[in-house]
């Protein structure tokens, strides 16, 4: 029988630091994806969810909902990518994307030429828009579940989404 | 001039499982283009290394010395027990009474928690086939993706037929397909069918390191 | 709330350890996130809490009320169905309990009643779990014995496959390709009893049993093609 996020919580803050493990090995599988995903870089995915669980280890007692720990986390976790992402923004270059309105003819590419581009057409979408994307596509999740993990609604993640598939295509211009 | 590149309103739809009125073969092509892409970027994706949890813990406990929790917070904190017979009418009387009394219409507890994997390596490409070419959009939904409708769709090729690969953890795995996101059908090609409880079927695979066979 | 709950817990500390308010706050918290609506999570939490009372594990209840959730079942029927799946269970763990495993483990309960759910009876689980000793290779061996009986071979044979299997020490890996390679011989017409022999005799695993030095040959195979990789006619996986 597993322990709920609000049992460990509760234990780590009457101070059996041990058992916030069990947090870090459930959210590294239930957010790594995501991570990876909206970094674009597997290392610096790293970086930043080790930041993230650090850091809401040292908030914990700040957390106030215990039982939605996984929630919380996440909008920490979101935080660290953006952070990691502007970072490393400023040092990766880009000259692989296509300039919005090039042209480039299907044939020309390989697939792994395009898995490449969209990883660097992701890093230029908005934050909002990229972990919306990544949600959706990536990890699979409902609008609705999106909804309880962001406290945003269906209807204004839809439109992240739906922009966010708009600019990659316009970006990636291969798709035309 | 900039043109404007998206997708449109039906396409939009298409990709997000719900029904829609009309779409091009190119719009079509180009939001499966746009899928095929994300499954080649994400089949990509490298795991992250469980050595974080080291790291992580490293610094927490540097932070926080182990101690014994103290007795008053070990009688309040709840925590799990293994089921020993004799406890079981005393529990179920507990439960009766901290059910009447526990906070109701609180907003949920956390978002779904994927059970941690003992191992995180033990995947297999399993490929997804269903001969179908009168659906507009058919995925995959099973127990390795918590049945959700949009997590693996299928693309089809010119004679109707859809595919999907997707890597699963070795071990049984029920799932159906989906068709135009609203009918559930089984799959001819898996192991075993089975009574899915609401009147339906699923379809039952037990996959090996081998992978699946398709003869 | 949290001191009512509190003073609730001690009050109830003479009796019992409070675990069972988490889990319902676990099962009905996970159901919500997922879109179910609250009253539905709620009724599935309470089913969930009165079977772990019985000693069954509620995820799989809680994956039951999700998936049918996703298949639109309507409430009260989903409500209706995790309550079978729950007896089915409580069933499953007596079966398993003749194998004289003490507590039965959530992963071999579940897998128990999925077994018996497909049509293997209580003494052919028993079987099973018996052979494979208190190891974690009993709710894989109950998962394989049920898919093998699917592949034309009858519940008892799969049964003696699977108790074989174990017996001779195979590898969970062995056991879990076993349906695949069942359903390639069947499909290449090969009898039932055949395919019992050569299972047995583990030849298709390329080592087999000590010293038998035969190669794989369990016969041409597609591979599995992983995406982003070209298959051996030099097609592009995608379109």
Not at chain 2, 95 to 116: D, F, I, W, Y
Request: proline residues 6%.
């Amino acid at each position: 029988m597993q322990s709920s996020d609000g049992t460990i919580v509760r234990r780590v803050l009457a101070g059996d630091a041990e058992q916030y493990r069990l947090l870090v090995e459930r959210y590294r599988a239930e957010f790594g994806r995501y991570a990876v995903a909206s970094v674009g870089d597997l290392d610096a995915a790293q970086d930043a969810m080790q930041e993230a669980f650090i850091r809401a280890f040292d908030a914990l007692a700040t957390c106030r909902d215990p039982d939605r720990f996984g929630a919380w986390f996440f909008r920490i976790l979101t935080n660290q990518c953006r952070n990691v992402l502007a970072r490393r923004r400023d040092t990766v270059p880009l000259e692989e994307v296509d300039p919005p309105g090039g042209d480039r003819a299907d044939e020309g590419l390989e697939r792994g030429e395009l898995g490449a581009a969209l990883g660097a057409a992701l890093a230029r979408l908005t934050p909002e828009q990229r972990e919306a994307f990544v949600m959706k596509h990536v990890d699979g999740r409902s609008y609705e579940e999106m909804a309880e993990l962001l406290g945003v609604g269906v209807d204004a993640l839809k439109m992240r989404v739906h922009r966010a598939r708009d600019a990659l295509r316009s970006l990636m211009g291969a798709l035309r | 001039m900039k043109e404007w590149d998206g997708f449109s309103a039906d396409a939009h739809r298409y990709l997000d499982g719900e029904p829609f009125e009309e779409l091009s073969g190119a719009e079509l092509a180009a939001a499966d283009r746009l899928t095929a892409e994300v499954r080649d970027y994400a089949a990509r994706l490298a795991p992250l290394d469980p050595s974080l949890d080291v790291e992580v813990m490293a610094a927490v406990l540097r932070r926080a010395p182990a101690r014994r929790p103290g007795v008053l917070a070990w009688l309040l904190a709840p925590r799990t027990v293994r089921f020993r017979p004799v406890w079981v009418p005393v529990l179920a009387a507990a439960a009766a009474l901290v059910l009447l009394v526990a906070p109701r219409g609180k907003r949920p507890a956390g978002p779904e928690v994927a059970a941690a994997p003992a191992r995180t390596a033990d995947t297999v490409f399993v490929r997804f086939e269903l001969e179908a070419p009168q659906a507009r959009t058919v995925s995959v939904a099973g127990s390795f993706n918590g049945w959700r409708v949009g997590a693996l769709t299928m693309v089809r090729d010119a004679r109707g037929m859809w595919s999907a690969t997707a890597p699963l953890p070795l071990g049984e795995h029920r799932y159906e397909f989906v068709i135009d996101g609203t009918r559930w059908v089984p799959d001819p090609t898996a192991h075993a069918e089975v009574d899915d409880g609401f009147g339906g079927r699923n379809s039952v695979i037990v996959v090996g390191p081998k992978g699946l066979v398709r003869s | 709330m949290n001191l009512l709950r509190r003073t609730v817990v001690a009050a109830l500390f003479l009796a019992v350890p409070v675990v069972l308010a988490a889990q319902d706050a676990g099962v009905d918290g996970r159901l919500q996130t997922r879109g179910l609506p609250a009253s539905l999570a709620h009724r599935v939490a309470v089913v969930a809490a009165a079977a772990a009372a019985r000693g069954v594990p509620d995820g799989p209840l809680a994956d039951k009320a999700i998936e049918g959730w996703a298949k639109q079942v309507p409430p009260d029927r989903i409500v209706v169905a995790v309550q079978r799946f729950a007896d089915q269970m409580v069933r499953a763990r007596d079966a398993v309990l003749t194998a004289g495993i003490a507590t039965p483990q959530g992963p071999v309960i579940a897998a128990a009643a999925e077994a018996m759910r497909s049509g293997m009876r209580a003494e052919q689980v028993r079987r099973v779990v018996q052979a494979a000793g208190a190891g974690v290779i009993a709710a894989p061996g109950l998962s394989v014995a049920a898919a093998l009986s699917a592949q034309g071979l009858g519940s008892d044979q799969a049964t003696r496959i699977v108790v074989g299997a174990m017996q001779s020490h195979r590898s969970m890996q062995e056991l879990l390709d076993m349906p695949s390679v069942a359903r390639v011989w069947h499909d290449q017409g090969m009898s039932p009893g055949d395919i019992e022999h050569r299972m047995l005799d583990g030849g298709w695993n390329g080592g087999g049993n000590q010293g038998s030095g035969r190669t794989g040959d369990w016969g041409d195979r597609p591979p599995t093609v992983a995406p982003g990789t070209h298959d051996h006619d030099g097609h592009s996986h995608y379109r």
